[in-house]
């Protein structure tokens, strides 16, 4: 059960990460879509270099596959920041993966790549829908991270081969990831929701003042 610990420190790691950036104003511009390109940069090198963290802090299987929580760092990134953002994040991860031992290195790194770009344009079709700058709403980026891994999980099983062996990987590994790739999502998102919205009420109540 050690990779539960790890994936536990990992979740821990993007709280804090989180915490850090969402106060800064490279952050901010991200959100508020006013950001110009060595801000969008930015996120992209620092959730693309947390997913490459995320595949070091995985557990690896005799088989070579590896238990982790690399595709959370591009999905979060998507889903706050737009396609650009997402892919970005996600060539970062997913290259670094191709680079990494496994039977599975095609499979998991193309998964890494494909959902941080799916994320995004998730994010660009809901602020399309919405006419506003929008997050996804807690409950949908839960089923929309289960629907990822599943995704995932299903490339595995596709390109991989052998089969049987692709087929005991998945057997493995789909539970834990699908869990810890979903709930490091919801936290991730809830605490980014938290910061822009304090942020844009203490924005408002000084602007409040200033014009008293």
């Known amino acids: 059960m050690w990779w539960i610990l790890k994936l536990a ?40 270099l947390f997913s490459v963290f995320c595949t070091y802090m995985g557990t690896e299987l005799p088989s070579g596959a590896i238990i982790n929580v690399r595709d959370m760092a591009p999905m979060l990134a998507g889903l706050v920041g737009g396609p650009l953002i997402g892919l970005g994040a996600g060539l970062i991860g997913g290259i670094h993966r191709i680079f990494l031992e496994g039977f599975t290195q095609i499979p998991c790194s193309l998964a890494t790549i494909l959902i941080g770009l799916t994320a995004g344009y998730v994010n660009l079709w809901i602020i399309r829908q919405k006419g506003r700058i929008e997050f996804i709403k807690i409950h949908w980026a839960v089923l929309f991270a289960i629907v990822m891994e599943l995704f995932h999980m299903g490339l595995i099983l596709l390109i991989a081969r052998p089969f049987d062996e692709a087929l005991e990987i998945v057997k493995t590994i789909i539970l834990s990831m699908t869990l810890a790739n979903t709930i490091g999502v919801a936290l991730g998102l809830l605490l980014i929701k938290k910061m822009a919205i304090d942020k844009y009420i203490s924005e408002h109540i000084k602007k409040e003042g200033q014009a008293v």
């Open 9 to 48: 420190i990992t979740i821990i790691f993007l709280v804090i990460l989180i915490r850090i950036v969402s106060p800064m104003g490279f952050f901010q511009r991200v959100l508020s879509r006013n950001a110009g390109f060595n801000d969008k940069l930015t996120v992209i090198v620092i959730f693309g």
